[in-house]
């Protein structure tokens, strides 16, 4: 006999702004270049998001037939949901990536890249930090050969 699946804070709230959102995409897809040819500009992008609206549309019959757990209210339930899906752990490193980009522009691109890489594999990994100055050293030599030579980039 199979077990009925629980569904978890938030999921069916969750599941219907994908929905929203797959849709949204779909028309600004469509916008690109219309419908005018299979090789058009937004065919690809079309189909990408046919997809997206078709998965999504499985996905809340699926929730349908789940249980719901009991929450104790909406706003309950929404509190739990976002501690689910947004964990400290995502806060924290969205504030570091922020902080990056606003770094970019007066730091410049190596140097911020640089203090970006550190911190950030500091902060994922608990690397120590001789490994981490290495690590990020040997990437941004090669982000940097590869743009300056390969691609002929210049970096900001």
Known sequence: ?????????????????LLLFSLF???????????????SA?????????????AMVFILFDSFKGKKMITGGFKNELRQA???????VFLIYSLIVIVYMILIEPMHFLPSSFVFLLVS???LKGS??????????IS????YLIFQYFFRVVLP
């Open 1 to 17: 006999m199979k077990e009925e699946r629980k569904l978890r804070a938030g999921e069916n709230v969750f599941s219907w702004l």
């Open 25 to 39: 995409v779909l028309v600004q897809a469509y916008l690109i270049s219309g419908f005018s040819s299979i090789s």
């Open 42 to 54: 937004g065919t690809f992008p079309m189909g990408a998001s046919a997809v997206m609206v078709i």
């Open 82 to 88: 976002a501690k689910f899906v947004l964990p400290n």
């Open 121 to 123: 594999m500091i902060y």
């Open 128 to 137: 120590n930090i001789l490994k981490s100055l290495v690590i990020s050293v």
């Open 140 to 143: 941004l030599g090669f982000i």
